[in-house]
Protein backbone atom coordinates (compact mmCIF):
# COMPACT_ATOMS: atom_id res chain seq x y z
CA UNK A 1 0.00 0.00 0.00
CA UNK A 2 1.36 3.40 -0.64
CA UNK A 3 2.51 6.10 1.96
CA UNK A 4 2.08 9.60 1.64
CA UNK A 5 4.74 11.92 3.59
CA UNK A 6 4.98 15.52 3.07
CA UNK A 7 2.57 15.28 -0.13
CA UNK A 8 5.02 12.98 -1.95
CA UNK A 9 4.57 9.56 -2.36
CA UNK A 10 7.55 7.15 -1.62
CA UNK A 11 8.27 3.82 -2.16
CA UNK A 12 7.40 0.92 0.64
CA UNK A 13 11.07 -0.77 0.10
CA UNK A 14 13.28 2.46 0.32
CA UNK A 15 13.64 2.19 4.11
CA UNK A 16 14.05 -1.77 3.22
CA UNK A 17 17.39 -1.68 1.48
CA UNK A 18 19.16 1.41 3.78
CA UNK A 19 18.52 -0.86 6.42
CA UNK A 20 20.21 -3.76 4.70
CA UNK A 21 22.88 -1.47 3.40
CA UNK A 22 24.32 -1.14 7.07
CA UNK A 23 23.14 -4.72 8.14
CA UNK A 24 24.34 -8.34 7.40
CA UNK A 25 22.78 -11.95 8.13
CA UNK A 26 23.96 -14.32 10.11
CA UNK A 27 23.73 -18.03 10.00
CA UNK A 28 21.12 -18.36 12.21
CA UNK A 29 19.07 -15.87 9.60
CA UNK A 30 19.20 -13.44 12.44
CA UNK A 31 19.71 -9.62 11.03
CA UNK A 32 23.10 -8.46 12.30
CA UNK A 33 24.61 -5.10 11.98
CA UNK A 34 27.62 -4.68 9.90
CA UNK A 35 31.30 -3.55 10.82
CA UNK A 36 31.68 -0.10 10.80
CA UNK A 37 35.30 -0.84 10.03
CA UNK A 38 34.42 -2.08 6.54
CA UNK A 39 32.72 1.00 5.65
CA UNK A 40 35.37 3.21 6.65
CA UNK A 41 38.09 1.20 4.41
CA UNK A 42 35.95 1.74 1.16
CA UNK A 43 37.33 4.06 -1.16
CA UNK A 44 36.87 7.62 -0.04
CA UNK A 45 35.65 8.68 -3.73
CA UNK A 46 33.10 6.27 -3.32
CA UNK A 47 31.93 7.64 -0.42
CA UNK A 48 29.45 10.48 1.01
CA UNK A 49 31.19 13.82 1.58
CA UNK A 50 29.50 13.36 5.63
CA UNK A 51 31.53 10.20 5.63
CA UNK A 52 35.23 11.64 4.89
CA UNK A 53 36.09 11.90 8.77
CA UNK A 54 36.19 8.19 9.10
CA UNK A 55 38.86 7.19 6.33
CA UNK A 56 41.74 7.54 8.33
CA UNK A 57 42.37 4.22 8.68
CA UNK A 58 42.77 3.72 4.46
CA UNK A 59 45.19 7.29 4.63
CA UNK A 60 47.56 6.01 7.05
CA UNK A 61 47.81 2.78 4.72
CA UNK A 62 48.07 4.14 1.76
CA UNK A 63 51.16 6.78 2.75
CA UNK A 64 53.04 3.85 4.84
CA UNK A 65 54.07 2.16 1.13
CA UNK A 66 57.42 3.28 0.19
CA UNK A 67 56.86 5.25 -3.05
CA UNK A 68 58.49 3.84 -6.33
CA UNK A 69 62.12 6.05 -6.79
CA UNK A 70 62.21 7.95 -9.90
CA UNK A 71 65.15 7.35 -12.11
CA UNK A 72 67.74 10.40 -12.00
CA UNK A 73 69.76 12.08 -15.09
CA UNK A 74 73.08 11.96 -14.67
CA UNK A 75 74.98 14.05 -12.62
CA UNK A 76 76.61 17.25 -14.57
CA UNK A 77 79.96 17.21 -13.13
CA UNK A 78 79.95 13.03 -14.17
CA UNK A 79 78.81 14.83 -17.37
CA UNK A 80 81.77 17.27 -17.96
CA UNK A 81 84.07 14.95 -17.26
CA UNK A 82 83.53 12.55 -19.56
CA UNK A 83 81.74 14.08 -22.31
CA UNK A 84 83.22 17.36 -24.28
CA UNK A 85 79.27 18.21 -25.26
CA UNK A 86 77.36 16.93 -22.76
CA UNK A 87 74.04 16.83 -25.38
CA UNK A 88 76.46 14.06 -27.74
CA UNK A 89 74.07 11.21 -28.85
CA UNK A 90 75.90 8.78 -27.11
CA UNK A 91 74.75 4.16 -26.65
CA UNK A 92 75.05 2.91 -23.33
CA UNK A 93 74.13 -0.56 -21.63
CA UNK A 94 71.99 -0.95 -18.55
CA UNK A 95 73.73 -3.63 -16.18
CA UNK A 96 71.71 -5.01 -13.37
CA UNK A 97 72.75 -7.61 -11.04
CA UNK A 98 76.17 -8.58 -13.17
CA UNK A 99 74.20 -8.61 -16.37
CA UNK A 100 73.21 -6.70 -19.40
CA UNK A 101 69.66 -5.95 -19.11
CA UNK A 102 69.27 -3.40 -22.55
CA UNK A 103 71.00 -1.71 -24.41
CA UNK A 104 69.70 2.01 -25.45
CA UNK A 105 71.12 4.91 -27.65
CA UNK A 106 70.03 9.05 -26.20
CA UNK A 107 71.69 11.91 -25.89
CA UNK A 108 74.28 11.94 -22.48
CA UNK A 109 72.33 14.33 -20.50
CA UNK A 110 68.84 12.56 -20.98
CA UNK A 111 69.99 9.28 -19.87
CA UNK A 112 68.01 7.54 -16.71
CA UNK A 113 69.69 6.13 -13.63
CA UNK A 114 67.53 4.15 -11.38
CA UNK A 115 68.32 2.56 -8.36
CA UNK A 116 70.39 -1.10 -8.57
CA UNK A 117 71.23 -0.16 -11.96
CA UNK A 118 74.84 0.87 -13.56
CA UNK A 119 75.31 2.43 -16.89
CA UNK A 120 78.42 1.73 -19.19
CA UNK A 121 79.59 3.77 -21.42
CA UNK A 122 82.01 3.63 -24.12
CA UNK A 123 83.65 6.81 -25.18
CA UNK A 124 86.67 5.20 -26.68
CA UNK A 125 86.88 1.19 -28.39
CA UNK A 126 90.63 0.05 -27.50
CA UNK A 127 92.10 0.21 -24.34
CA UNK A 128 94.32 3.39 -23.82
CA UNK A 129 96.99 4.03 -21.75
CA UNK A 130 96.47 5.89 -18.35
CA UNK A 131 97.23 9.65 -18.34
CA UNK A 132 99.79 11.54 -16.16
CA UNK A 133 97.49 13.00 -13.91
CA UNK A 134 96.18 9.12 -12.75
CA UNK A 135 99.05 7.72 -12.45
CA UNK A 136 100.36 11.04 -9.98
CA UNK A 137 97.20 10.30 -7.94
CA UNK A 138 98.23 6.50 -7.06
CA UNK A 139 102.28 7.06 -6.60
CA UNK A 140 100.71 9.69 -3.90
CA UNK A 141 98.94 6.71 -2.21
CA UNK A 142 100.55 3.30 -2.74
CA UNK A 143 104.22 2.17 -2.92
CA UNK A 144 103.66 -0.72 -5.33
CA UNK A 145 106.09 -0.19 -8.09
CA UNK A 146 105.12 -0.16 -11.99
CA UNK A 147 105.72 2.16 -14.75
CA UNK A 148 103.49 4.96 -16.46
CA UNK A 149 103.62 3.50 -19.75
CA UNK A 150 102.77 0.15 -18.19
CA UNK A 151 99.29 1.54 -16.72
CA UNK A 152 96.22 1.02 -19.14
CA UNK A 153 92.24 1.66 -18.73
CA UNK A 154 89.86 -0.12 -20.36
CA UNK A 155 87.61 2.38 -22.97
CA UNK A 156 84.60 1.78 -20.18
CA UNK A 157 83.02 4.63 -17.94
CA UNK A 158 80.89 2.93 -15.08
CA UNK A 159 77.78 5.23 -13.03
CA UNK A 160 76.01 4.02 -10.69
CA UNK A 161 73.81 5.50 -7.83
CA UNK A 162 75.13 5.13 -3.69
CA UNK A 163 73.77 6.21 -0.59
CA UNK A 164 70.16 4.73 -1.61
CA UNK A 165 70.21 7.33 -4.44
CA UNK A 166 71.79 10.08 -2.94
CA UNK A 167 74.44 10.60 -5.37
CA UNK A 168 76.31 9.09 -8.18
CA UNK A 169 80.29 8.03 -8.82
CA UNK A 170 81.50 7.17 -12.00
CA UNK A 171 84.71 4.69 -12.51
CA UNK A 172 87.23 3.19 -14.82
CA UNK A 173 88.89 -0.21 -14.93
CA UNK A 174 92.60 0.07 -14.54
CA UNK A 175 95.43 -2.59 -14.46
CA UNK A 176 99.28 -2.73 -15.23
CA UNK A 177 101.83 -5.60 -14.85
CA UNK A 178 104.33 -6.16 -12.14
CA UNK A 179 107.09 -7.20 -14.06
CA UNK A 180 106.98 -8.76 -17.82
CA UNK A 181 107.08 -11.61 -18.37
CA UNK A 182 109.90 -13.33 -16.72
CA UNK A 183 111.56 -17.39 -17.80
CA UNK A 184 111.54 -19.19 -14.72
CA UNK A 185 114.06 -21.93 -14.46
CA UNK A 186 112.98 -24.24 -12.04
CA UNK A 187 109.67 -24.59 -13.25
CA UNK A 188 110.53 -24.41 -17.12
CA UNK A 189 107.82 -21.78 -17.75
CA UNK A 190 107.52 -17.67 -17.85
CA UNK A 191 105.35 -16.03 -15.22
CA UNK A 192 103.58 -12.87 -14.48
CA UNK A 193 101.42 -10.92 -12.52
CA UNK A 194 98.65 -8.35 -13.21
CA UNK A 195 97.26 -6.06 -10.86
CA UNK A 196 93.47 -4.44 -11.23
CA UNK A 197 91.30 -1.79 -9.76
CA UNK A 198 88.85 0.57 -10.89
CA UNK A 199 89.31 3.92 -10.21
CA UNK A 200 87.08 7.04 -9.51
CA UNK A 201 86.89 9.36 -12.12
CA UNK A 202 86.98 12.59 -10.01
CA UNK A 203 89.41 13.04 -7.30
CA UNK A 204 87.39 12.22 -4.34
CA UNK A 205 88.50 9.60 -2.10
CA UNK A 206 87.93 5.93 -2.83
CA UNK A 207 84.39 4.67 -1.94
CA UNK A 208 83.96 1.06 -0.50
CA UNK A 209 82.49 -1.12 -0.92
CA UNK A 210 80.97 -1.02 -4.43
CA UNK A 211 78.82 -4.31 -6.14
CA UNK A 212 81.33 -6.96 -7.16
CA UNK A 213 82.00 -6.83 -10.52
CA UNK A 214 83.06 -10.24 -12.02
CA UNK A 215 85.99 -9.96 -15.02
CA UNK A 216 87.72 -12.49 -16.87
CA UNK A 217 91.51 -12.45 -18.01
CA UNK A 218 91.76 -14.68 -20.65
CA UNK A 219 94.75 -15.52 -23.68
CA UNK A 220 94.93 -18.67 -25.94
CA UNK A 221 98.71 -18.57 -25.36
CA UNK A 222 98.91 -19.43 -21.45
CA UNK A 223 97.94 -22.12 -19.48
CA UNK A 224 97.36 -20.30 -16.11
CA UNK A 225 95.67 -17.80 -15.37
CA UNK A 226 94.40 -17.39 -11.67
CA UNK A 227 91.69 -16.12 -10.28
CA UNK A 228 89.43 -16.79 -12.90
CA UNK A 229 87.07 -15.41 -13.10
CA UNK A 230 88.62 -11.97 -11.07
CA UNK A 231 86.12 -10.19 -8.78
CA UNK A 232 86.50 -7.02 -7.63
CA UNK A 233 83.97 -5.20 -5.06
CA UNK A 234 86.23 -1.70 -4.08
CA UNK A 235 87.56 1.07 -5.57
CA UNK A 236 91.02 2.62 -5.23
CA UNK A 237 94.07 0.47 -4.09
CA UNK A 238 94.77 -2.65 -3.14
CA UNK A 239 95.08 -3.91 -6.70
CA UNK A 240 93.21 -7.09 -7.58
CA UNK A 241 96.27 -9.51 -8.48
CA UNK A 242 96.13 -11.84 -11.31
CA UNK A 243 98.93 -15.17 -11.79
CA UNK A 244 100.03 -15.64 -15.28
CA UNK A 245 101.79 -18.76 -16.48
CA UNK A 246 102.87 -20.20 -20.09
CA UNK A 247 105.39 -21.75 -21.79
CA UNK A 248 107.13 -21.64 -25.16
CA UNK A 249 106.12 -17.86 -24.95
CA UNK A 250 108.10 -15.51 -27.78
CA UNK A 251 108.09 -11.65 -27.93
CA UNK A 252 104.85 -10.69 -26.36
CA UNK A 253 101.52 -12.25 -25.24
CA UNK A 254 97.98 -11.17 -26.54
CA UNK A 255 95.74 -10.88 -23.19
CA UNK A 256 92.31 -10.31 -23.15
CA UNK A 257 90.12 -8.75 -20.59
CA UNK A 258 86.31 -9.61 -20.59
CA UNK A 259 83.48 -7.12 -18.90
CA UNK A 260 79.80 -8.05 -18.73
CA UNK A 261 79.58 -5.51 -21.29
CA UNK A 262 82.48 -6.71 -23.31
CA UNK A 263 81.66 -10.38 -23.83
CA UNK A 264 84.64 -11.05 -26.73
CA UNK A 265 87.16 -8.67 -24.43
CA UNK A 266 89.48 -6.20 -24.92
CA UNK A 267 92.74 -6.62 -26.09
CA UNK A 268 95.81 -5.41 -24.62
CA UNK A 269 99.64 -7.41 -25.12
CA UNK A 270 102.27 -8.26 -21.91
CA UNK A 271 105.90 -8.00 -22.86
CA UNK A 272 108.11 -11.02 -22.57
CA UNK A 273 111.87 -10.62 -21.21
CA UNK A 274 114.01 -12.75 -23.35
CA UNK A 275 116.02 -15.07 -21.20
CA UNK A 276 119.66 -17.22 -21.47
CA UNK A 277 118.94 -20.93 -20.18
CA UNK A 278 121.67 -23.05 -19.86
CA UNK A 279 120.44 -26.78 -18.75
CA UNK A 280 121.69 -30.23 -18.37
CA UNK A 281 119.65 -33.68 -17.10
CA UNK A 282 122.76 -34.22 -14.60
CA UNK A 283 123.13 -32.98 -11.61
CA UNK A 284 126.29 -35.13 -10.75
CA UNK A 285 129.80 -36.20 -12.52
CA UNK A 286 132.04 -38.07 -11.67
CA UNK A 287 135.60 -36.18 -10.72
CA UNK A 288 139.15 -35.72 -11.59
CA UNK A 289 138.40 -35.13 -15.02
CA UNK A 290 137.64 -38.83 -15.83
CA UNK A 291 133.68 -37.35 -17.10
CA UNK A 292 132.76 -35.37 -19.49
CA UNK A 293 129.09 -34.14 -20.12
CA UNK A 294 126.94 -32.16 -22.74
CA UNK A 295 125.59 -28.88 -21.48
CA UNK A 296 122.76 -27.12 -23.80
CA UNK A 297 122.54 -23.36 -24.08
CA UNK A 298 119.44 -21.58 -25.59
CA UNK A 299 118.09 -18.24 -25.83
CA UNK A 300 114.51 -18.07 -25.24
CA UNK A 301 111.34 -15.13 -25.35
CA UNK A 302 111.94 -14.11 -29.06
CA UNK A 303 111.30 -14.40 -32.46
CA UNK A 304 114.21 -12.29 -33.57
CA UNK A 305 115.87 -13.49 -36.21
CA UNK A 306 119.26 -11.73 -35.02
CA UNK A 307 121.91 -13.91 -33.49
CA UNK A 308 124.06 -13.32 -30.08
CA UNK A 309 127.86 -14.11 -29.16
CA UNK A 310 127.11 -16.29 -25.42
CA UNK A 311 130.51 -16.33 -23.20
CA UNK A 312 130.15 -19.64 -20.63
CA UNK A 313 132.10 -20.04 -17.67
CA UNK A 314 132.78 -22.65 -14.98
CA UNK A 315 133.77 -22.37 -11.51
CA UNK A 316 135.26 -24.84 -11.54
CA UNK A 317 136.02 -27.39 -14.24
CA UNK A 318 136.99 -26.98 -17.97
CA UNK A 319 134.12 -26.19 -20.68
CA UNK A 320 134.35 -26.21 -24.96
CA UNK A 321 133.59 -23.83 -26.43
CA UNK A 322 134.41 -21.35 -24.38
CA UNK A 323 131.80 -18.95 -26.02
CA UNK A 324 129.05 -19.74 -28.78
CA UNK A 325 126.74 -18.10 -31.49
CA UNK A 326 123.02 -18.20 -30.45
CA UNK A 327 119.78 -17.67 -32.35
CA UNK A 328 116.82 -17.46 -30.75
CA UNK A 329 114.99 -20.80 -29.84
CA UNK A 330 118.03 -22.55 -31.69
CA UNK A 331 120.16 -24.41 -29.15
CA UNK A 332 123.95 -25.06 -28.96
CA UNK A 333 125.87 -27.22 -27.01
CA UNK A 334 128.79 -27.26 -25.07
CA UNK A 335 130.78 -29.97 -22.49
CA UNK A 336 131.81 -29.50 -19.36
CA UNK A 337 134.82 -31.97 -18.09
CA UNK A 338 134.87 -32.75 -14.10
CA UNK A 339 138.02 -31.13 -12.19
CA UNK A 340 138.90 -32.94 -8.56
CA UNK A 341 135.64 -33.37 -6.38
CA UNK A 342 133.02 -31.04 -4.99
CA UNK A 343 130.47 -27.87 -6.16
CA UNK A 344 130.34 -26.29 -9.60
CA UNK A 345 128.61 -22.99 -11.22
CA UNK A 346 127.83 -22.69 -14.92
CA UNK A 347 126.52 -19.66 -15.92
CA UNK A 348 126.61 -17.89 -19.78
CA UNK A 349 126.40 -14.12 -20.33
CA UNK A 350 125.91 -11.89 -23.26
CA UNK A 351 125.96 -8.22 -24.10
CA UNK A 352 122.32 -7.29 -21.99
CA UNK A 353 121.45 -11.12 -20.76
CA UNK A 354 122.65 -13.59 -18.30
CA UNK A 355 121.71 -16.80 -17.95
CA UNK A 356 120.36 -19.48 -14.93
CA UNK A 357 123.41 -20.64 -12.47
CA UNK A 358 123.64 -24.26 -12.95
CA UNK A 359 124.99 -26.01 -9.89
CA UNK A 360 126.37 -29.40 -10.49
CA UNK A 361 128.73 -31.22 -8.15
CA UNK A 362 131.89 -33.57 -8.81
CA UNK A 363 131.74 -36.86 -6.69
CA UNK A 364 134.87 -39.24 -6.55
CA UNK A 365 135.23 -41.50 -9.41
CA UNK A 366 134.33 -44.54 -7.65
CA UNK A 367 132.23 -46.60 -9.71
CA UNK A 368 134.49 -45.70 -12.89
CA UNK A 369 137.53 -47.22 -10.75
CA UNK A 370 135.61 -50.61 -9.45
CA UNK A 371 134.50 -51.28 -13.43
CA UNK A 372 137.87 -50.15 -14.53
CA UNK A 373 139.45 -52.62 -12.19
CA UNK A 374 136.64 -55.02 -12.70
CA UNK A 375 137.05 -55.03 -16.72
CA UNK A 376 140.74 -55.15 -16.21
CA UNK A 377 140.43 -58.32 -14.14
CA UNK A 378 138.41 -59.95 -17.17
CA UNK A 379 140.35 -59.01 -20.10
CA UNK A 380 143.59 -60.21 -17.99
CA UNK A 381 142.05 -63.93 -17.36
CA UNK A 382 140.75 -64.05 -20.53
CA UNK A 383 144.35 -62.99 -21.76
CA UNK A 384 146.10 -66.17 -19.07
CA UNK A 385 142.98 -68.91 -20.56
CA UNK A 386 143.77 -67.69 -24.21
CA UNK A 387 147.41 -68.38 -23.73
CA UNK A 388 149.55 -71.67 -24.43
CA UNK A 389 150.95 -71.45 -20.79
CA UNK A 390 148.81 -73.67 -18.27
CA UNK A 391 150.41 -72.97 -14.99
CA UNK A 392 148.91 -70.39 -13.07
CA UNK A 393 150.58 -66.96 -12.47
CA UNK A 394 149.27 -63.86 -11.05
CA UNK A 395 151.32 -61.47 -13.47
CA UNK A 396 149.07 -61.35 -16.28
CA UNK A 397 145.85 -60.99 -14.17
CA UNK A 398 147.78 -58.04 -11.94
CA UNK A 399 149.17 -56.85 -15.89
CA UNK A 400 145.92 -56.74 -17.25
CA UNK A 401 143.98 -54.90 -14.15
CA UNK A 402 147.11 -51.84 -14.70
CA UNK A 403 146.91 -51.99 -18.37
CA UNK A 404 143.21 -51.71 -18.28
CA UNK A 405 143.10 -48.76 -15.53
CA UNK A 406 146.04 -46.84 -17.31
CA UNK A 407 144.35 -47.36 -20.36
CA UNK A 408 140.65 -45.81 -19.18
CA UNK A 409 142.28 -42.84 -17.65
CA UNK A 410 144.15 -41.70 -20.85
CA UNK A 411 141.06 -42.30 -22.79
CA UNK A 412 138.64 -40.63 -20.36
CA UNK A 413 140.74 -38.30 -18.86
CA UNK A 414 143.30 -36.94 -21.60
CA UNK A 415 141.13 -38.12 -24.72
CA UNK A 416 144.17 -40.44 -26.20
CA UNK A 417 143.42 -44.26 -27.09
CA UNK A 418 146.11 -46.37 -26.04
CA UNK A 419 144.64 -49.28 -28.45
CA UNK A 420 145.71 -49.90 -32.17
CA UNK A 421 142.36 -49.14 -33.06
CA UNK A 422 139.68 -45.96 -33.44
CA UNK A 423 136.91 -45.77 -31.02
CA UNK A 424 133.96 -43.76 -29.56
CA UNK A 425 133.36 -44.81 -26.00
CA UNK A 426 130.77 -43.17 -23.92
CA UNK A 427 131.13 -42.53 -20.44
CA UNK A 428 129.41 -45.58 -18.26
CA UNK A 429 130.01 -48.11 -16.23
CA UNK A 430 129.56 -50.85 -18.83
CA UNK A 431 131.68 -49.05 -21.01
CA UNK A 432 134.52 -48.61 -18.79
CA UNK A 433 134.42 -52.06 -17.83
CA UNK A 434 134.53 -52.99 -21.71
CA UNK A 435 137.47 -50.96 -22.70
CA UNK A 436 139.17 -51.69 -19.55
CA UNK A 437 139.06 -55.05 -20.71
CA UNK A 438 140.33 -54.60 -24.02
CA UNK A 439 143.22 -52.64 -22.62
CA UNK A 440 144.03 -56.08 -20.61
CA UNK A 441 143.50 -58.38 -23.20
CA UNK A 442 145.78 -56.48 -25.75
CA UNK A 443 148.00 -54.51 -24.00
CA UNK A 444 149.37 -51.38 -24.02
CA UNK A 445 151.21 -51.23 -27.78
CA UNK A 446 154.99 -49.61 -26.94
CA UNK A 447 155.77 -46.99 -28.97
CA UNK A 448 158.83 -48.03 -31.57
CA UNK A 449 162.03 -45.93 -30.92
CA UNK A 450 162.81 -44.39 -34.07
Not at 20 to 26: G, L, M, N, P, S
Not at 404 to 419: E, N
Amino acid sequence: MPLYYGGRKTLKFIPILIYVFFATIDGRGQIKTANATLLAHKDPDTLPRAHYNNTAAFSTRVASQPATETPKTIDRSILQRNFQVPETTVKFQVIKKGAVVRTETAKANEIQLAQGEKLVLHPRKEIAQADQAAFNRLKSVTSTQFAAADLKVLPEVTIETLDSGAHQISYQLYFFPYEPFIYNDSLRKFQSKMGFFFLRSDSLPAVNPIDPVNIIVTSKDLKQVDPRPLQINHLNFPASDVELAGDNLSDSVEIRVITASKPDGYQTFLKIKPVLEISTNRISLEGYGVQKIPVEVRLIGSNSPDSVTVAVTASKGTVEPTAVTLRYNLPQTIYLTSEGTGKTLISAKSSNLESNDLHLSYDFPWYFLLASILGGLLGGFAKYYGGRKKDFSLRPIIGGILAGLVGCMAYYALGISLLNFKLTAGMNEFAVLALSALFAYFGIPKTKSS
